[in-house]
């Protein structure tokens, strides 16, 4: 039976071991095909432990954590990911930013997913954030390296009230599997007004 709970601060911290690993085995995958480490890792999550309104959303097997959402206030992200907001004229200070969701395969179809969204919007709503958002990475569907049944995740966004904005699209830098270093990936936002 799986249990899920919200953390922060020093609970949260002391999940960003595990969390590492298991965002590079998710990542691993497609559509990220991230080649990362844990160091990197446990550097990029010690932002959002250090932000106070910080909320992490963990789902457990037992002891093992077997998934994961995270949200932020987005004036506690780095400037890359603020830039496309404010080039659309959104306020910085009314969006509560949802960064990754990742759950292991073995626990995928099982309501999860929702219960992230759910607890993350709450989250959102109890601090006054009238806007939620996140970014996804844009891959071509012809791409070679689409597994076969692989699906697309813009239906369950879109039924979860989110919209792509196609102004706000951004570039992230990561290794994928097979480069010798990280390279620009196009990742498009999508909104949603409470």
């Given at each position: 039976?799986?249990?899920?709970r919200?953390?922060?601060g020093?609970?949260?911290?002391?999940?960003?071991?595990?969390?590492?690993?298991?965002?590079m085995?998710?990542f691993?995958?497609?559509?990220y095909?991230?080649?990362?480490?844990?160091?990197?890792?446990q550097n990029y999550?010690s932002?959002?432990?250090?932000s106070?309104?910080?909320v992490?959303?963990?789902?457990f097997?037992?002891i093992?954590?077997?998934?994961?959402a995270?949200?932020?206030?987005?004036?506690d992200?780095p400037?890359?990911?603020?830039?496309?907001?404010?080039?659309a004229?959104?306020?910085?200070?009314?969006?509560?930013?949802?960064g990754e969701?990742?759950l292991?395969?073995?626990?995928?179809?099982r309501g999860i997913g929702?219960?992230?969204?759910?607890e993350?919007e709450?989250?959102?709503?109890?601090?006054?954030?009238?806007?939620?958002?996140?970014?996804?990475?844009?891959?071509h569907?012809?791409?070679?390296?689409?597994p076969?049944?692989?699906?697309?995740?813009?239906?369950?966004w879109h039924?979860?009230g989110?919209?792509?904005?196609?102004?706000?699209?951004a570039?992230?830098?990561?290794r994928?599997?097979?480069?010798a270093q990280e390279?620009?990936?196009?990742?498009?936002?999508w909104?949603?007004?409470?």
């Amino acid at each position: 039976m799986i249990s899920i709970r919200t953390a922060t601060g020093d609970e949260a911290r002391s999940v960003l071991p595990q969390l590492a690993t298991l965002r590079m085995q998710v990542f691993r995958q497609w559509p990220y095909l991230y080649d990362g480490d844990a160091q990197y890792e446990q550097n990029y999550l010690s932002t959002y432990a250090a932000s106070p309104d910080a909320v992490f959303v963990l789902a457990f097997d037992g002891i093992d954590l077997v998934g994961c959402a995270t949200g932020v206030p987005l004036k506690d992200e780095p400037d890359h990911c603020r830039a496309p907001f404010e080039h659309a004229g959104v306020a910085i200070d009314q969006v509560f930013y949802f960064g990754e969701s990742v759950l292991l395969d073995t626990w995928r179809g099982r309501g999860i997913g929702h219960r992230f969204f759910d607890e993350r919007e709450r989250c959102a709503k109890e601090l006054g954030y009238p806007i939620t958002a996140f970014c996804a990475v844009v891959r071509h569907p012809a791409d070679p390296r689409r597994p076969a049944l692989a699906r697309s995740l813009d239906t369950f966004w879109h039924s979860r009230g989110y919209h792509p904005v196609p102004a706000m699209k951004a570039q992230f830098s990561w290794r994928e599997l097979g480069e010798a270093q990280e390279s620009a990936k196009e990742m498009q936002f999508w909104l949603r007004r409470s």
